[in-house]
């Protein structure tokens, strides 16, 4: 069964930092592309991070960069988002995703309404 099951979620301050994982089962996570979205209460859906197979590919929104950066590691068959100064406008509940047939972050991040397989989601609460 292919499945992504994220974990590492949790509540913590502003400026503190969490790692986000995603375990992939059922598949090879390095073959694609995997994405990180995010929904805030009452907001769209948003794409924050991607990493290709080639690791150095790797896709930030705006807001993120400088502080989030995505690695995986491929004999775990997993995928990280490290999260630095987090601020509370980062509150939300953190997805990722992917598609078998999509190799590209940037199709992954244009076209997550379609992406095949998602995780259950982690919730990531920044208040002090």
């Known amino acids: 069964q292919v499945q992504l099951v994220e974990s590492g979620g949790g509540l913590v301050q502003p400026g503190g930092s969490l790692r986000l994982s995603c375990a992939a089962s059922?598949?090879?996570?390095?073959?694609?592309?995997i994405g990180w979205f995010r929904q805030a209460p009452g907001k769209e859906r948003e794409g924050v991070s991607c990493?290709?197979?080639?690791?150095?590919?790797?896709y930030y929104e705006d807001s993120v960069k400088g502080r989030f950066t995505v690695s995986k590691d491929n004999t775990k068959n997993t995928v990280y988002l490290d999260m630095h100064n987090l601020r509370p406008e980062d509150t939300a509940i953190y997805y990722c995703?992917?598609?078998?047939?999509?190799?590209?972050?940037?199709?992954?991040?244009?076209?997550?309404?379609?992406?095949?397989?998602w995780g259950q989601g982690t919730g990531v609460t920044v208040s002090s």
């Open positions: 990493i290709e197979r080639r690791p150095d590919n790797t």
């Open positions: 059922g598949f090879t996570l390095d073959d694609y592309a």
């Open positions: 995703a992917t598609d078998l047939n999509m190799r590209s972050c940037s199709m992954v991040i244009t076209v997550a309404a379609y992406l095949e397989v």
